[in-house]
């Protein structure tokens, strides 16, 4: 456990100095430009802030774990594992998603209605925090599963990595079966009732499909080149 934490804070640290951040930081934070203004219903705001946190998840886990140069790589996994090092740079990348994507909450939060989509049922804040907070997570770890599965050591070739990636976030985000598709209605449909409806069983089966994405491509990474 320790080693996996210093790995990931290595991983983490690797991300900062690159800069390679930058762009999907932007790519979130112009879609909330976009989509996210002040006044609206909050629970529809923190819908789309965490659907929006999809793809900037999957694009930041490509980074973290196609970052390192090969013969870093190499060496991390021989003194650590394969499995534990590409652990680290799954972890380093979902964390680097929930950070922002708290943020947006804070954000839309403060600047959205406190109101349901037709103004006539007043949201509690500490409610609507709470369901925006399951959202992003939700939104987080289906995307971390898109990432993982979608580049090394399952796909090797950058470009079907990269198109595969881009089917994977619009599937996860439209599929009916995505726990990222069901969270995002979830905290809209409780915007048209009037009342909080906190994603709880969609954040639980995104952690679920995260979890067995991670393991799969654990297990393979000490397989493959």
Do not use: K
């Amino acid at each position: 456990m320790r080693e996996t934490l210093a790995l990931t804070r290595y991983q983490l640290a690797l991300l900062v100095r690159s800069q390679r951040w930058l762009a999907p930081l932007l790519l979130y934070a112009g879609l909330l430009a976009v989509g996210v203004r002040a006044g609206d219903p909050v629970l529809d705001s923190l819908g789309f802030a965490a659907a929006a946190l999809l793809p900037t998840a999957v694009w930041l886990v490509r980074v973290c774990v196609t970052a390192e140069p090969a013969a870093a790589r190499h060496c991390a996994a021989a003194a650590t594992g394969p499995a534990r090092a590409h652990l680290a740079g799954v972890v380093a990348g979902a964390a680097a998603a929930a950070v922002p994507g708290g943020a947006a909450v804070g954000l839309v939060t403060a600047v959205s209605s406190r109101w349901s989509t037709d103004g006539g049922g007043a949201i509690p804040v500490a409610s609507a925090v709470v369901a925006g907070v399951c959202g992003v997570l939700t939104c987080v770890a289906v995307g971390t599963a898109v990432g993982v599965l979608c580049n090394r050591p399952l796909v090797g070739a950058r470009g079907y990595a990269v198109a595969m990636s881009l089917l994977g976030t619009v599937v996860a985000l439209v599929a009916g079966a995505s726990p990222a598709r069901a969270a995002v209605a979830a905290l809209s449909r409780a915007s048209a009732q009037g009342s909080v409806d906190v994603p709880w069983v969609e954040l639980l089966c995104a952690l679920a499909v995260a979890g067995l994405a991670v393991c799969a491509a654990c297990a393979v990474v000490g397989r493959r080149p």
